[in-house]
Every structure is written in C-alpha cells, then in structure tokens.
C-alpha cells in the first residue's frame, strides 16, 4: 500500500502543486498507508478548474475519509475558489 508522502509527491508530480492530505482535520503522517494510489491520472487537472473543483472531481472519490490541502509556491493552503492556474504559477 501507498504511503501518504509518495501519494502526495505523486499529486505534485502530475498536477503541478503541493498538496497536504489530512485525515480528522491534522496532518495524515507520510508514513501512514493508504489502501489507493493517484494512478488514474496522468495529466494535470484544467488550469481554469478551482482548488475546490479539483478536490470533488479528483482527490475525494479516490481517498474517501481525508481531505487535503493544495498548497502554493510558498507552503500556504490557498482557498477553494483559487484557480489551479494561480496555484501552478505561484511556482514560478
């Protein structure tokens, strides 16, 4: 089983941007294992698509039970209505 910081490496790898799974609110540990990997995705998500339609179209079906924060350039949690776009460029 997939443990947290590679299925969080995984997410930054294809989307562009960091993430911090959560589980009951707190950080879910990177050596936690997670019974699923982000395998089904092999391109990124939409630039114009925000943080919130990201996480209900990609990230919560497939880890049922966490919840995530995306991340931007500079380690903050960005809100849900941030586009992916701003997220990625804040890389730059």
Not at 7 to 16: D, F, K, M, T, Y
Not at 31 to 36: A, G, I, R, T, W
Not at 44 to 72: C, I, M, Y
Request: aromatic share 10%; hydrophobic share 30%.
């Amino acid at each position: 089983m997939p443990r947290v910081d590679s299925i969080e490496s995984r997410i930054e790898q294809i989307e562009g941007f960091r993430v911090r799974i959560l589980r009951n609110g707190a950080d879910a540990y990177g050596n936690l294992e997670l019974p699923v990997h982000y395998r089904s995705y092999e391109r990124k998500a939409n630039d114009s698509a925000t943080v919130h339609e990201w996480k209900q179209a990609r990230f919560r079906p497939t880890f049922v039970g966490f919840d995530v924060e995306v991340l931007d350039g500079y380690g903050r949690p960005v809100h849900g209505s941030t586009s992916l776009r701003t997220v990625r460029q804040s890389y730059n």
